[in-house]
């Protein structure tokens, strides 16, 4: 029962470089959610696809974009990776009921 | 103004004694609340959710909500040592659009 993957979970990368963080999710779920959590702040809402074929932008989107691929599918990208984007980054995906996000194990990010 | 608000603490406590976490949320359209535990480098993992006025109790936890004063509560009765987590408050806005708090540390003292 792999619940929500996340790969990779360790990255470092260059100021300007791109790269695309990938999640999957096999409990069928409707939605799904990329966070970022730094010290002290919680965890932020980067974007979420409340079902297949839709995104929307949470509280901290600039800098980032994504793609609901299908729907057990949803990668988060950055484009020309900034410091400010190093973070640890958490997909998440929550059932029809919305009782519970479950949550990928996260990505450590690093940008130098 | 983060629409969901948690105090960052550290919160210490004594072992057995209550902790008690707060939260309060400004979008009055926020329909339910959970909380999840965190621990240090690992993912949140769901202690509580709540959805209507009052109390909901599992074990040792209570999850308290009141939307007229848009304040949500979390009380962990008999704390142990293996409650010191990073607590973080959460409100789904609508939409399935959920949005945390920057969490508050708990501290138990053994």
């Known amino acids: 029962n792999a619940g929500v993957t996340q790969t990779p979970k360790f990255q470092v990368l260059k100021t300007g470089q791109s790269m695309t963080l990938q999640c999957a999710q096999d409990m069928n779920h409707n939605s799904m959610y990329w966070y970022r959590q730094d010290p002290g702040m919680g965890l932020r809402l980067i974007y979420y696809s409340a079902s297949e074929g839709t995104t929307d932008k949470g509280e901290v989107p600039n800098g980032y974009n994504v793609s609901r691929l299908n729907k057990r599918e949803f990668s988060l990208r950055l484009e020309s990776a900034a410091p400010s984007q190093t973070s640890v980054y958490f997909c998440a995906s929550i059932g029809t009921l919305g009782e519970k996000l479950f949550f990928g194990s996260g990505t450590q990010l690093s940008v130098l | 103004q983060k629409e969901v608000e948690q105090n960052s603490g550290p919160l210490s406590v004594p072992e057995g004694a209550i902790a008690s976490l707060n939260c309060t949320y400004s979008?009055?359209?926020?329909?339910?609340f959970f909380w999840y535990r965190q621990y240090s480098g690992k993912s949140p993992e769901l202690i509580m959710f709540i959805y209507s006025n009052g109390d909901k109790e599992d074990g040792r936890f209570t999850a308290q909500l009141n939307k007229a004063s848009q304040y949500v509560s979390l009380l962990i009765r008999d704390s142990q040592p293996s409650d010191s987590a990073t607590y973080l408050c959460a409100a789904n806005t609508g939409g399935f659009k959920t949005i945390f708090g920057a969490g508050t540390r708990l501290f138990v003292k053994a």
């Open positions: 979008d009055r359209g926020s329909q339910s």
